[in-house]
């Protein structure tokens, strides 16, 4: 190891940079570096680099944020959510960062809408209702016979609501798509329905762009769609 600027005219190895960290150096050594600057400084470095790399082997097995975020939000499935309960059985580290995700959690429930996505660091849009499409394949699919259409656009992408009539008409079921093309839909991907500014019901939209909802009266409604970097909101969608 190269020492710049070293008071003693043979450069001082590692392992004895090593030994004065550990407090095991040998009076000369110790005595060296307590007039010597440059070494000092040297093992300070060397020090720093030791408490980096016990960092780094410590949080090895550790799962990334974005992993704890969905284990705070339930979105995991099952399997990985219970290895990951397992994980913050033993790690205070995770505990202790899941604990910080929950507070913000808490505090972005306490925010308006727009506050909350602000704080999210998402774009906010809001979709425009365009003329009903004549007919939707890909809801066909899925078993729907919708009575009622709704298309809006948020570009890139289009969301096409279908409203089907349950128990005499007083409840509706809602099947929907969001689409982008042929891309697929960024994950996690999340639909909220509101009525009269409260939460009715949330359902994950699949990497297919498909969600539902069940048992909604004939009302106005308020969709807001979530993804990672785009939140869309269609502010008015009439249901009846």
């Known amino acids: 190891m190269s020492v710049m600027n070293c008071l003693d005219p043979t450069q001082m190895p590692e392992g004895a940079l090593l ?4 407090g095991e150096a040998s009076p000369q050594i110790a005595a060296h570096l307590a007039h010597c600057s440059a070494c ?5 470095a060397l020090r720093d680099t030791q408490v980096h790399i016990e960092l780094l082997t410590l949080r090895a097995a550790c799962p990334p944020v974005e992993a704890l975020l969905g284990y705070q939000e339930a ?26 995700l929950t507070a913000a959690s808490q505090e972005r ?25 004549p007919h939707v394949p890909a ?38 798509t969001l689409a982008s093309g042929d891309d697929p839909i960024p994950q996690p991907a999340l639909v909220s329905i509101f009525s009269a500014g409260q939460m009715q019901s949330e359902d994950q ?12 009266l004939s009302g106005m409604y308020q969709l807001h769609i979530q993804l990672p970097a785009l939140s869309i909101i269609i502010a008015d969608m009439t249901i009846s």
């Open 19 to 22: 030994a004065y960290l550990e």
């Open 75 to 100: 979105l995991l499935a099952p399997a990985e959510a219970a290895v990951l309960a397992t994980h913050l059985d033993h790690c205070a580290h995770c505990r202790a960062e899941l604990a910080e």
């Open 205 to 216: 939209i699949d990497e297919f762009g498909y969600f539902h909802f069940d048992a909604l």
């Open 40 to 44: 000092r400084q040297a093992a300070v």
């Open 139 to 176: 809801l066909a699919v899925r078993g729907a016979q919708p009575t009622h259409l709704l298309l809006y656009h948020a570009a890139p992408f289009q969301i096409v609501i279908a409203a089907s009539p349950i128990t005499g008409g007083t409840y509706w079921q809602i099947q929907g």
């Open 109 to 133: 429930e306490t925010l308006s809408l727009a506050e909350r996505l602000i704080m999210m660091g998402r774009q906010l849009r809001e979709a425009i209702r365009m003329p009903d499409p």
